[in-house]
């Protein structure tokens, strides 16, 4: 599949307010491709190279601002989940326990699922980056492709050491709020028909995202200079086991 397609197919499967943040791959194309052939330094390069930074930012400010509510988000969580617990549990109130847990678990699968999304979000724009630059070179002659990804390799959009961190600890805490089977019986009926409806489609975004990236990963059996960084993604056995419970609705 070519790139420009899957990216678009990514973002149609990304969440509605993240498919303005994406690279605007379409527009670097139709730069590249007014470009006159082995005549560099044309006005055409240099709005080209003006785009390219401008995308750069973009793509930095969004992933950078994403990163910051999720680590707000994710401490959030961990003191509801312990206030709950207190204010349940010593007052033997265990069916609102099941019930108040039930909805902090959606909160923590949206969570985890917006975080691999940002992930993937890196990936595909660093190989979108990465491909439009190719086009460049071989379209003008000259050799922009090695400069600009030294130039990326250290942007924060590049660097996800913190949410790959932020993800395992996610991962981590999913055994505190998913409820038990019995417990999860309790809930009412419109209240699971709720439930499962909402995070079936993070799930589903979260599933894309990933086989996009371990698509990518694949694209390559040797490791060079433009290659993806190798990254620790959940597995989809893992993805499975967050996704919520299939429940009997009437």
Same mark, same amino acid.
């Given at each position: ?15 509605? @307010? ?13 730069? #590249?491709? /007014?470009?006159?052939? *082995? ?6 390069? *240099? ?23 999720? $680590? ?13 617990? @207190? ?19 959606? @909160?923590? #699968? ?27 070179? %071989? ?12 130039? $990326? ?10 949410? &790959?961190?932020?993800?395992? @600890? ?16 309790? /809930? ?16 589903? &975004? ?11 990963? %694949?694209? &390559? ?6 290659? /993806? ?17 299939? #429940?009997?609705?009437?």
């Amino acid at each position: 599949m070519k790139f420009g397609k899957r990216l678009k197919e990514q973002i149609e499967e990304s969440l509605p @307010e993240w498919r303005d943040k994406f690279l605007s791959y379409k527009d670097l194309k139709q730069l #590249v491709k /007014l470009i006159p052939e *082995a005549q560099p330094c044309s006005k055409v390069e *240099a709005e080209f190279i003006e785009l390219l930074n401008f995308e750069i930012d973009k793509l930095n400010d969004f992933f950078v601002e994403q990163e910051e509510k999720f $680590i707000i988000r994710q401490r959030d969580l961990l003191e509801m989940i312990k206030r709950v617990a @207190e204010v349940y549990q010593t007052r033997r109130r265990e069916e609102e326990y099941v019930k108040e847990m039930s909805r902090i678990r959606k @909160e923590v #699968v949206d969570l985890h699922g917006e975080m691999v999304l940002l992930e993937n979000y890196s990936s595909i724009n660093y190989t979108g980056l990465g491909k439009i630059l190719k086009k460049y070179d %071989k379209r003008s002659g000259c050799l922009l492709r090695l400069l600009f990804i030294e130039k $990326i390799l250290k942007q924060p959009f590049f660097t996800t050491d913190l949410i &790959s961190k932020l993800v395992k @600890e996610c991962e981590s805490i999913t055994d505190l709020v998913f409820p038990s089977k019995a417990g999860h019986q309790q /809930l009412k009926q419109e209240e699971k028909r709720k439930l499962v409806g909402e995070e079936q489609s993070i799930f589903r &975004s979260t599933v894309v995202a990933l086989m996009t990236m371990q698509e990518m990963r %694949k694209g &390559s059996s040797t490791y060079g200079q433009f290659s /993806l960084p190798p990254l620790s993604l959940p597995d989809v056995d893992l993805l499975q086991s967050l996704q919520p419970p299939p #429940v009997p609705i009437p």
